[in-house]
C-alpha cells in the first residue's frame, strides 16, 4: 500500500508564497511512478485538478494557477513539490497530493494524501 505524507500550508496572506510537500512511501520494488500532482477542494466545491509532473519531467498547470505555481519532483525520493506564489484567497482550499503508481501485479492505481489546509487571507 502506498502511502501518501503532505506537509507545508497553514495561513498566509495574500500575495505571499507557500510550499507544500508530498512524499510517497511504500511502493515496493519493481514499479514506476507515472506521475505526481495535487488537486484542490475549496469549501462548497468540487475537487479541482491543480498541477501535475510526468516520470519524464512533462508539467501541467490549471489556468488558474499558471505563473504562479511551480511543481517539481525528487524522482529519488519520490517526493513532489508546489511552491505557490502570488497567492489569492481564491486560492484557499484543502490541496491533495496523488501519486500514480504502475506495478507488474496491479497495473497503474492512484493514491491520494489525507490533504492540507491552504488559507489565503486578504
Known amino acids: 500500500q502506498v502511502e501518501l505524507v503532505e506537509s507545508g500550508g497553514g495561513s498566509v496572506q495574500a500575495g505571499g508564497s507557500s510550499r507544500l510537500s508530498c512524499a510517497a512511501s511504500g511502493t515496493g520494488n519493481f514499479f514506476r511512478i507515472n506521475f505526481m500532482g495535487w488537486y484542490r477542494q475549496a469549501p462548497v466545491a468540487e475537487r479541482e485538478f491543480v498541477a501535475r509532473v510526468t516520470s519524464g519531467g512533462i508539467t501541467n498547470y490549471t489556468d488558474s494557477v499558471k505563473g504562479r505555481f511551480t511543481i517539481s519532483r525528487d524522482s529519488a525520493e519520490n517526493t513532489v513539490y508546489l511552491e505557490m506564489r502570488s497567492l489569492k484567497p481564491e486560492d484557499t482550499a484543502v490541496y491533495y497530493c496523488?501519486?500514480?503508481?504502475?506495478?507488474?501485479?496491479?497495473?497503474?492505481?492512484?493514491?491520494w494524501g489525507q490533504g492540507t489546509q491552504v488559507t489565503v487571507s486578504s
Open positions: 496523488y501519486v500514480n503508481v504502475w506495478r507488474p501485479n496491479t497495473g497503474s492505481v492512484t493514491y
